[in-house]
């Protein structure tokens, strides 16, 4: 009973702009800026929170504060 190839549906995650105000605002009112933290916060995979944070920070908008094996901490870089 085959029913032949599947079609393969890749998910695509929609990640928020890292410019716009809403994600200044909700990064501003976090305590800890970390993946897990932003993926809570905006409904995303940690992976994906992880590409957002790496874009914030070569944008100079958050700097690495401190890190393990495991985790990465970030803060607000002040204008």
């Known amino acids: 009973m085959s029913q032949g190839p599947r079609e393969k549906k890749v998910g695509s995650i929609e990640i928020p702009d890292p410019n ?7 990064l501003r009112k976090m305590k800890a800026i970390t993946p897990t933290g ?24 958050i700097k690495l504060e401190a890190s393990s094996s495991n985790l990465k901490v970030y803060s607000l870089i002040s204008n």
Request: zero cysteines.
């Open 38 to 61: 932003v993926a809570a916060q905006f409904n995303l995979k940690v992976s994906a929170a992880k590409k957002m944070l790496e874009q914030l920070e070569n944008g100079r908008k």
């Open 20 to 26: 716009s105000q809403e994600v200044m605002d909700a």
